[in-house]
């Protein structure tokens, strides 16, 4: 297990923070996400056998967020 | 995103604009009854009254300022759920759950309108449980002048950081929003999945822990009843007044999609923006604070400031016995300026007839003096001497309406 924080600059409310961290109920090998709209980031720790940075970002981008690996 | 295919119009949908048409008539029959004949609307009692004020703050700006403040947009989450459960179960987009997908066209989801109704119904009933929680808390105690002005500021600097984070101006605005703990957003996300009545019910339920600006000092008000079953009444019209417009804007954000939703977001910043300023200015005239709008600009025009009044002069000056006599409206105080002279004791006659709004609840910050006048009678304030060139303001309690007695 890894912890990576991925920068989201385009949360605009405390919303945009639920809806980051539903990621971890879609994506297997995430175990949890820890997303702030008030640091305009996420800190994901995932398994990185089974799931990569990529998938992760997509996962955001598929929620409406571009993520980029800070 | 795919379109979605829209079938027959959903009854829900039918009875909710009727009440949104219901609630409208309403509120714009009061407002006539107000021009017409001044405010005959709280005739009967001043709690009635201000039971049917909570309703109109709820169905003009409530709405949009809880969809705002509330940060999280607890319902255009639940929309937004719902939306996506909504693609999830369409047969025709997703069919790799085979056995999954041929059940769901048995009964597919029909709109989003019922999960919106089900969470307004357990929003309102829960906030009308609150309201009675504060009325009974209330009753033992009590907001002096000062508290609640101080209460107001607050609110009112928080509306407007609000705002400013909406607009984006600046990274440090994002702290007015308040995240709500990880173990309650979690909570409320897993319970968000659910497709089932008792989700929106539950989340409806849940928005009590993330009130609004115009909601927090409705809470207060409710708090200052010092009833239970006036807060709860108060609480009750304010977030059904509120229920039409959130209920339209998250329907439409379901429906629309996210383009109108950021409209709509604009438009409510600008609306909390100047409901910000407007509470701050309320705060800032309840402390007495000389640099609110009212003071500041009867100041600078102190004539036409008073224009409105229905005496034949707009500046009363005392009497030789140093009587001063202020008319107590439903529509405010006249004259707006009494002059009287310094160093020299004073009485204040306060007149009242058949005044019901919140001009009954007079105040005047510098002396620490509330009294929550009859409706129809006179009362008298010993004003103690003072100084030449001092301004004593006077304000309702809730910051409307305002006036000053300059000394010279």
Known sequence: MIKKTFSVPDMHCSNCSMKLESIEDDLPGVKGINASYHKQQMVVEFDEKQVSDEQIIAAAKKKGYQAVLA | ?408
Not at chain 2, 338 to 354: E, G, S
């Open chain 2, 1 to 408: 995103m795919s379109k979605k295919q829209k079938s027959t119009i959903d009854p829900v949908v039918i009875i909710m604009f009727g009440v949104v048409f219901l609630a409208i008539s309403f509120a714009l029959l009061l407002f006539q009854s107000q021009e017409n004949n001044g405010i005959t609307i709280a005739s009967s009692s001043g709690a009635w009254g201000q039971i049917v004020v909570a309703f109109v703050t709820g169905i003009t700006t409530g709405g949009l300022s809880c969809l705002a403040v509330q940060g999280g947009l607890l319902a255009s989450s639940l929309a937004h759920q719902i939306e996506q459960d909504y693609l999830v179960n369409m047969p025709q987009t997703h069919k790799r759950k085979r056995g999954e997908a041929g059940r769901q066209v048995a009964a597919p989801r029909t709109s989003s309108a019922l999960p919106i109704f089900l969470f307004l119904a357990a929003k309102l009933v829960t906030y009308t449980l609150l309201g009675a929680l504060l009325g009974w808390l209330g009753s033992y105690l009590s907001l002096s002048p000062t508290t609640r002005a101080m209460l107001m500021i607050a609110i009112g600097i928080f509306m407007v950081g609000n705002a400013l984070r909406m607009f984006n101006v600046h990274p440090i605005f994002r702290y007015f929003s308040i995240e709500p703990p990880k173990f309650i957003t979690r909570y409320i996300r897993k319970t968000a999945k659910g497709t089932d009545t008792a989700t929106p019910l539950l989340l409806g339920a849940l928005t009590v822990f993330i009130p609004c600006g115009v909601t927090q000092a409705m809470m207060a008000t409710a708090l200052g009843t010092g009833n239970a079953a006036q807060g709860a009444a108060l609480m009750f019209a304010f977030i059904l007044g509120t229920s039409p417009v959130f209920f339209i804007v998250a329907y439409l954000a379901t429906e629309l999609g996210a383009r109108l939703e950021k409209f709509f977001m604009r438009f409510v910043a600008v609306v909390v923006l100047v409901l910000g300023f407007v509470t701050l200015n309320g705060g800032l005239n309840v402390l007495g604070s000389p640099f609110s709008f009212n003071n500041l600009t009867s100041g600078l025009l102190p004539s036409s400031s008073s224009l409105s009044s229905s005496d034949a002069s707009s500046v009363q000056a005392a009497a030789p016995d140093g009587q001063l006599i202020l008319r107590v409206q439903s529509s405010g105080y006249f004259p707006r300026t009494l002059k009287a002279p310094a160093n020299k004791f004073l009485i204040l006659n306060l007149i009242t007839n058949q005044t019901y709004s919140c001009a009954r609840d007079f105040v005047i910050p510098a002396l620490n003096y509330y009294q929550l006048l009859a409706a129809t009678g006179t009362a008298q304030v010993t004003i103690p001497p003072q100084a030449a060139g001092t301004k004593l303001f006077f304000t309702c309690s809730m910051g409307m309406y305002t006036g000053q007695i300059i000394f010279e």
